[in-house]
């Protein structure tokens, strides 16, 4: 006899624990997806308030670092990348 020993408890069985296995796999991705909006919203928020820096006015090639890039650089980058970020999870930008 070469049939494999598959029955129908054993299969019940599985199914079970892939139920259960799915079960868990949904409730990650669903704490996950509201973690997600929390920050993004959190983001959208600090973005709204964030006073945008003045055009840029690097003087760097006369003396560096000059005081626009002392100044606002890394907050010029902080905005681009919350820009960016914003505009990827609006499905704007892939
Ligand atoms: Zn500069």
Known sequence: MT?????IEGLTEL????I??????????DAAET????????LKYL?????TPPDKNCRCHIDP?????IEYRGLRE??????KA????????R
């Not at 199914?15 to 892939?18: E, G, T």
């Not at 670092?65 to 890039?69: E, G, K, L, R, T």
């Open 3 to 7: 049939q494999s020993m598959v029955t």
């Open 15 to 18: 199914a079970n624990d892939l």
């Open 20 to 29: 259960i296995q799915n079960t868990a796999l949904r409730n990650r991705l």
């Open 35 to 42: 973690q997600r909006d929390e920050l993004l919203e959190a």
């Open 47 to 51: 973005y709204a308030v964030t006073e």
């Open 65 to 69: 670092p000059c005081s626009d890039c």
């Open 78 to 83: 902080a905005i681009n990348f919350a820009r």
């Open 86 to 93: 914003i505009a990827k999870a609006k499905g704007e930008v």
